[in-house]
């Protein structure tokens, strides 16, 4: 029966590694908890209709979703509304 496992991290094979392995190293596996450790921050933002349709055209515009480009301009220090 072949062996079918694969890294959770990476998808690497683990025909090679232990029964019970899980990642392939020590990399992966470091990887794998630090994005366990992270947890989502929810904010709930309401808009304008007029500033939500200009979000929507400029997030569809940077192929993202409303929600990605709103994390996307926080994590750059974009002003959520712009002063064009």
């Given at each position: 029966?072949?062996?079918?496992?694969?890294c959770?991290?990476?998808?690497?094979s683990?025909?090679?590694?232990?029964?019970h392995a899980?990642h392939?190293?020590?990399?992966?596996?470091?990887?794998?908890?630090?994005?366990?450790?992270?947890?989502?921050?929810?904010?709930?933002?309401?808009?304008?209709?007029?500033?939500?349709?200009?979000?929507?055209?400029?997030?569809?515009?940077?192929?993202?979703?409303?929600?990605?480009?709103?994390?996307?301009?926080?994590?750059?220090?974009?002003?959520?509304?712009?002063?064009a």
């Open positions: 029966m072949p062996n079918n496992r694969v959770l991290q990476c998808d690497n683990l025909a090679t590694r232990n029964s899980r392939c190293s020590s990399a992966c596996r470091s990887k794998s908890w630090r994005a366990e450790q992270t947890l989502p921050v929810l904010v709930k933002v309401t808009f304008p209709k007029s500033e939500f349709v200009k979000l929507t055209s400029e997030a569809e515009g940077m192929g993202m979703m409303i929600d990605e480009l709103l994390a996307y301009r926080a994590l750059h220090h974009y002003s959520v509304s712009s002063t």
